[in-house]
């Protein structure tokens, strides 16, 4: 059983964070919540999702696996405005998602989860953290976009860089310490990413919302924030870019 | 039923069947890969006929080397976006499993891409009307080369054809790719491994079948199991008589390559000499081509356009029997084959065929449509109507008597003379049990019955004559 209300724009987010990595996901529904834990189709991120039900205005849930097209989703999101109620109920006899958006009701079929497996959470150890305004870092990285498909991330006990370089321009971010909410190392640590990964990672977060980065030397790279008002949690995971030479 | 070619394809590089040339090279070039740095030759081309092993041997492949598996195939789109999103950022990104685990290049941790079919790429701009997605491969082939350029992980490019691949823009793949050519696997090797399915599926079998199978299947193993899966379907033994159920093969193969033709291709020119080469008419041919469009043709709108086609092509038909003039036929092919072959935007992957279901069933039907129709038969001529009229109208009306009066049934099993398979039929399987009482009223009753029926005439004529008597008491005039 799945019956829900929430409003429009936590569903928004929610699609918002999975649908650039993921086209199809299996959501994991209990009573405390749902998540989603999934890798893209080329084998480079992976997405953990968690959104406590305390985001939504009522939920009441069995333990239970929604195969969802997030395609589709996303275009029936686009129907509703934002601070929509929407009620969400699942239909198990036709395996549907019944979506009601004020008077309009409609019926989502449902992708089997059968052969989906269920990820992980990797075991890493990686000694670097920095905690950074996401206004900060979006800018370093659309400078970067127009200059390069790959940027550099480094960090030492002072700083947090960012570092592109294309053909003939280059993009240097470099913030301070005190610049920063909070970075903690252990020595020097550089890593080489793909920026569109990293860019459609860090899109959805606004403003001064924090974001926290934790990293190492040529390892993936983690990537937290929360969203729908703290009550919903990210964590992207990005390998990184082979070097060539 | 499970796919046997899915369930026993091979797990480990050595359980491929044939090859081994082949499989030797593939090995020596994904050995290259395990040093920190990639080779210089970053991608191989797996050449061959369909069913010589070669996206299994990638695929074992991946796995002896423990490798983590991005597969594009046809039943993907795979044009520029679709090629750059997932095997272009795959190839110079490291690797996360896809359980999460992050496979580091220089742990020998590789994600190997595997194109398949790669000589199937669309290259011309073919967006369908009013469709938002794209099936086309619109630039497949430039984005392939780009990747192969800057890939850090192993790529795997399977075709059929190779000139394919080379030709139109892909002459530089030569330069950076090795070509494995895979051959026809040897009869010898595929009876064996038809005969080890057979033993792990508990069916007995008589060698000389399997070699018929093997034989037939011109070194495609992919086809001889499908093949022996067709007839093992439902039994535990099988032999070469087995092999009359499929006594139309030989046919169907010529069909069979028809319709991949149909469906692959859209060089109509080529399609007009297959259909004066298929040995049946037209109109069969056409419901061929209707029982595996939607087996072929995933995409709804290629689906809908083939659709459109078939009905055109029908109406034609339509018209030549109506007018008995034969000269609108090749319109209708035309309709039925080109028109179902530029239908499509995209290639699918489907190679399975199958025998029209509606022909299938008039065949197993017929037995049963024989009775009815002399039950009908009989029963016109009784109402004096046509056996057409008697099927339609009356006769549904008729069966529903006979299975719920059997005072009815006995009287009509005599007077109509039903034989007592017709009583059967007219019984169905629910009311079955009446049969033994009717067959055996019917035979008592038939010198009674006449007497009742006797008796019960002479009680009329009594009945008659009783009231001329009454009448008879009227005094008419000439009485007084």
């Known amino acids: 059983m799945f019956n829900a209300k929430v409003k429009s724009d936590v569903l928004k987010g929610i699609i918002d964070v999975t649908s650039p990595l993921v086209n199809e996901a299996k959501f994991n529904v209990t009573s405390k919540g749902i998540s989603l834990r999934a890798v893209d189709p080329a084998h480079v991120a992976m997405v953990d999702l968690e959104i406590k039900s305390k985001a939504f205005e009522e939920y009441k849930a069995d333990e239970m696996e929604l195969g969802i097209d997030l395609d589709k989703f996303s275009g029936i999101m686009r129907l509703a405005n934002s601070g929509d109620m929407i009620s969400l109920e699942y239909d198990e006899d036709a395996n549907r998602l019944i979506i ?99 860019s459609n990672m860090i899109k959805s977060v606004k403003g001064d919302d924090p974001i926290t980065i934790s990293m190492g030397t040529d390892n993936p790279i983690k990537v937290d924030f929360d969203f729908a008002d703290k009550k919903g949690h990210v964590s992207y995971l990005l390998a990184p870019r082979i070097e060539s030479d | 039923m499970e796919d046997w070619t899915e369930k026993y394809r091979p797990k480990t590089l050595s359980d491929v069947v044939g090859n081994e040339r082949a499989l030797g090279s593939l090995r020596t070039w994904a050995r290259t890969w395990t040093g920190e740095k990639p080779p210089k030759k970053k991608a191989v081309v797996l050449s061959g006929k369909p069913g010589t092993g070669k996206t299994s041997s990638a695929l074992a492949l991946a796995r002896d080397f423990k490798w983590t598996v991005i597969e594009l195939n046809a039943s993907d789109a795979r044009n520029q976006e679709t090629i750059k999103r997932v095997a272009t950022a795959g190839a110079i990104n490291e690797t996360l499993d896809m359980f999460g685990n992050y496979q580091d290049s220089r742990a020998g941790g590789r994600k190997l891409i595997i194109l398949d079919e790669a000589d199937n790429l669309y290259e011309k701009i073919e967006k369908s009307e009013g469709s938002a997605s794209d099936f086309s491969d619109r630039g497949g082939k430039k984005a392939i080369i780009e990747t192969i350029k800057i890939t850090g992980q192993p790529i795997i490019l399977i075709v059929n054809d190779y000139y394919g691949l080379i030709k139109g823009g892909g002459e530089s793949l030569k330069d950076i790719t090795t070509v494995i050519t895979y051959y026809e696997v040897n009869t010898g090797q595929i009876v064996d491994l038809l005969r080890r399915i057979c033993r792990e599926e508990n069916i007995s079998t008589d060698l000389k079948l399997l070699q018929l199978i093997a034989e037939k299947s011109r070194g495609d193993v992919r086809s001889a199991v499908h093949d022996l899966q067709s007839l093992c379907i439902g039994r535990q033994q099988v032999d070469v008589g087995s092999l009359d159920a499929l006594g139309y093969r030989d046919r169907e193969k010529i069909i069979f390559d028809a319709l991949r033709d149909v469906f692959k291709t859209k060089n109509i020119q080529n399609l007009r000499d297959i259909t004066f080469s298929v040995d049946m008419n037209p109109d069969t041919f056409l419901l061929w081509i209707v029982e595996n469009l939607p087996r072929e043709y995933l995409a709804i709108d290629d689906l809908i356009r083939g659709y459109d086609a078939v009905s055109k092509a029908d109406m034609f038909f339509g018209r030549v029997s109506k007018r008995q003039y034969y000269g609108l036929w090749p319109y209708a092919c035309d309709l039925m084959t080109g028109g179902v072959a530029v239908a499509k935007t995209r290639n699918y992957g489907n190679d399975r065929y199958y025998p029209p279901s509606w022909m299938k069933a008039l065949k197993s039907s017929k037995p049963v449509r024989g009775i009815r129709d002399s039950v009908a038969l009989k029963l016109g001529r009784q109402c004096s109507v046509s056996v057409r009229k008697s099927r339609g109208f009356i006769l549904p009306e008729f069966i529903s008597l006979f299975q719920n009066d059997i005072h009815f049934a006995c009287a009509m099993k005599r007077r109509l003379n039903l034989s007592e398979g017709e009583t059967e039929y007219l019984l169905g399987e629910k009311h079955v049990h009446k049969l033994k009482e009717i067959l055996e009223c019917a035979e008592k009753t038939d010198d009674k019955q006449v007497e009742i029926e006797n008796v019960r005439s002479d009680v009329k004529r009594d009945d008659g004559k009783k009231e001329m008597k009454v009448d008879g008491r009227q005094p008419s005039l000439f009485d007084f």
């Not at chain 1, 000694?127 to 390069?148: D, F, H, N, T, Y």
């Not at chain 1, 280059?170 to 990964?197: A, C, R």
């Open chain 1, 100 to 198: 009601k958006i004020g008077n309009l009701v409609r019926k989502m079929g449902l992708i089997d989860t059968a052969g989906m497996p269920d990820s992980k959470a990797p075991n890493l150890t990686l000694p670097a953290k920095i905690i950074i305004k996401a206004s900060e870092l979006s800018q370093g990285v659309r400078a970067s976009e127009a200059v390069s498909d790959h940027l550099t991330l480094s960090v030492d006990k002072d700083t947090f860089e960012l570092f592109a370089e294309g053909d003939t321009d280059t993009v240097h971010l470099k913030l301070p310490k005190d610049m920063l909410v909070e970075l903690t190392t252990q020595g020097k640590h550089k890593s080489l990413f793909s920026i569109d990964y990293f």
